[in-house]
């Protein structure tokens, strides 16, 4: 499985910004997607997390009622929509999938599969 995350870019705050994560393989398990930040000199946190049906979703509370997570299996897609942003947003966010567990976990640890990472940075 490979991952693909893109969309970042450079944001006003209050604004909004979409990052996309593309999925990559054959024979693709059903796979829980989450969603990462690491900011410069912080460790990786959990953002939010979607089931592989995504009718269960997860958010941090930094960014809950703010960001959106969703998926389209029939394009092997995660998205997390960004709104309201704020400065402290500013991190490389990481796309990362689960192929243990249909439920996203909200710690880095069980996760297999890491994308490149996109950075998302958020100014004042």
């Known amino acids: 499985v490979q991952l693909q995350a893109s969309g970042g870019g450079l944001v006003q705050g209050g604004g909004s910004l979409r990052v996309s994560c593309k999925y990559l393989?054959?024979?693709?398990?059903?796979?829980?997607m989450a969603w990462f930040r690491q900011a410069p000199g912080k460790g990786r946190e959990f953002v939010s997390g979607?089931?592989?049906?995504?009718?269960?979703?997860y958010y941090a509370d930094a960014v809950r009622g703010r960001f959106t997570i969703s998926r389209d299996n029939a394009k092997d897609t995660v998205y997390l929509q960004m709104s309201s942003l704020k400065p402290e947003d500013t991190a490389l966010y990481y796309c990362?999938?689960?192929?243990?567990?249909?439920?996203?976990?909200?710690?880095?640890?069980?996760?297999?599969?890491w994308g490149q990472g996109t950075q998302v940075t958020v100014s004042s």
């Open positions: 990362a999938a689960d192929p243990e567990s249909a439920i996203p976990r909200m710690t880095p640890g069980p996760y297999r599969y």
């Open positions: 393989g054959r024979n693709l398990p059903q796979l829980a």
């Open positions: 979607i089931s592989w049906s995504g009718e269960r979703t």
